[in-house]
């Protein structure tokens, strides 16, 4: 199927390990973005990518990196994780800046313990 | 600060009944105002858009409504089935910027 795929959908680390999310869209969207997902905070804006080569930070971007060297994919990685990155991430991309909506990916769970 | 605020965390209503959720916003820079569903363990699904130089948009069982000078949109949903339970999110955008979210809704319809 078409759309938005993230690697992994669970994942479980001990505070200070690191790990990077994948993100990987085949719809030749030029815009790509990382959330996360918190309960009664909505969704969050972390870093985003408005194409190959380009990111830039979101609403939240302390304790992330981010790559988007081809232009189908988008990495997020956490270098020391804490318990505060307990979460949903999602993945999401767009054509345009927004007003077309949004492709979300189903979201990685993690937890940072 | 919160630019997009959706102030009722849950809504219980039964089947064949209107569902109204409601979103609160700050900016009135916002150029597009558009409503986003979300079931357990999926990303959440664009639902309905609507213009800020409209007071309405129509789909199906799904209307916005968009009262500007009080910054406040609403989506309803008639008549409401099951299906429609999952958590609603309210998003706005402007030129030149990424999609704003609120917090979520959690609609829950009864059979």
């Known amino acids: 199927n078409a759309g938005v795929t993230q690697t992994p959908k669970f994942r479980v680390l001990k505070t200070g390990q690191s790990m990077t999310l994948l993100c990987a869209q085949d719809m030749n969207h030029e815009y790509m973005y990382w959330y996360r997902q918190d309960p009664g905070m909505g969704l969050r804006l972390i870093h985003y990518?408005?194409?190959?080569?380009?990111?830039a930070k979101g609403e939240v971007p302390d304790g992330y990196n981010v790559s988007r060297l081809k232009k189908q994919n988008f990495l997020l990685g956490l270098e020391s994780a804490a318990p505060s990155q307990t979460s949903v991430y999602f993945c999401?991309?767009?054509?345009?800046?927004?007003?077309?909506?949004?492709?979300f990916g189903s979201g990685t769970r993690l937890t940072v313990v | 600060d919160q630019q997009v605020k959706q102030n009722s965390p849950s809504l219980s209503v039964q089947e064949g009944r209107i569902s109204i959720l409601n979103c609160d916003y700050t900016n009135s820079m916002f150029d597009y105002f558009l409503w986003y569903k979300k079931y357990p363990a999926e990303g959440p699904t664009f639902l309905i858009s609507?213009?800020?130089?409209?007071d309405k948009n129509e789909d199906g069982r799904f209307t916005v409504f968009l009262n500007k000078s009080a910054k406040h949109l609403s989506l309803h949903i008639v008549p409401s089935q099951p299906g429609d339970s999952a958590v609603y999110f309210c998003?706005?955008?402007?030129?030149?910027?990424?999609?704003?979210f609120g917090e979520g809704t959690q609609l829950t319809v009864n059979p």
């Open positions: 999401a991309s767009s054509t345009g800046q927004g007003i077309y909506g949004y492709t």
């Open positions: 998003a706005a955008w402007t030129s030149g910027s990424r999609l704003t």
């Open positions: 609507i213009s800020s130089i409209k």
């Open positions: 990518s408005v194409g190959e080569g380009t990111t």
